[in-house]
């Protein structure tokens, strides 16, 4: 039976759910929703992003990746989707950063700031990049996905 795909459910109380214990309460939701809540997962994965420099983003995205990989050693699919949610924020948060000196997009009154081209932060966006781009495509993952999504929504 294929059940139609749940939305991010932010009415859930992040802070008291282990959600390696109860995987059946997560849903996959849009890019990057959730990444900050989900726990253990943003513990373990969080102390290792960073995307500054090209080399901190290198180490980063590594890091990371392996833990993807870790992840689906133990077919661990929230974890894995968690590392996946993090390798795309290291990506569009150095885009921002790439775009707007700060990583502020807006002015004080609301206006779009000027873009601009900090090749260092576009370096630190590509290298995530290709990470995310093995992580949402690896195999395994998106069988994991579905069953995930057909199972849970």
């Given at each position: 039976?294929?059940?139609?795909k ?6 859930l109380?992040y802070?008291s ?18 990444v900050?809540m989900?726990?253990?997962y943003k513990?373990?994965i ?9 080399e901190?983003a290198e180490?980063?995205?590594?890091k990371?990746y392996?833990q993807?990989?870790?992840y689906?050693?133990?077919k661990d699919?929230?974890?894995?989707d968690?590392a996946?949610?993090?390798l795309?924020?290291g ?14 997009k ?5 206006e779009v ?10 370096e630190?966006?590509?290298?995530f ?9 690896d195999?395994d993952?998106l069988a994991?996905?579905?069953m995930h ?5």
């Amino acid at each position: 039976m294929n059940k139609q795909k749940k939305e991010f459910d932010y009415s859930l109380d992040y802070g008291s759910i282990d959600f390696r214990k109860h995987p059946e309460l997560y849903r996959v939701g849009r890019g990057e929703q959730g990444v900050l809540m989900v726990e253990p997962y943003k513990s373990e994965i969080l102390p290792h992003w960073r995307f500054k420099t090209p080399e901190i983003a290198e180490k980063s995205s590594n890091k990371i990746y392996q833990q993807f990989l870790d992840y689906k050693s133990s077919k661990d699919f929230v974890g894995m989707d968690m590392a996946r949610k993090f390798l795309q924020m290291g990506y569009t948060r150095a885009r921002r950063y790439t775009n707007y000196k700060g990583g502020k997009k807006y002015k004080q009154d609301g206006e779009v700031k000027e873009r601009q081209n900090d090749p260092v932060k576009a370096e630190s966006a590509s290298i995530f990049m290709e990470k995310w781009k093995l992580a949402r495509e690896d195999q395994d993952y998106l069988a994991l996905k579905k069953m995930h999504q057909e199972k849970y929504g």
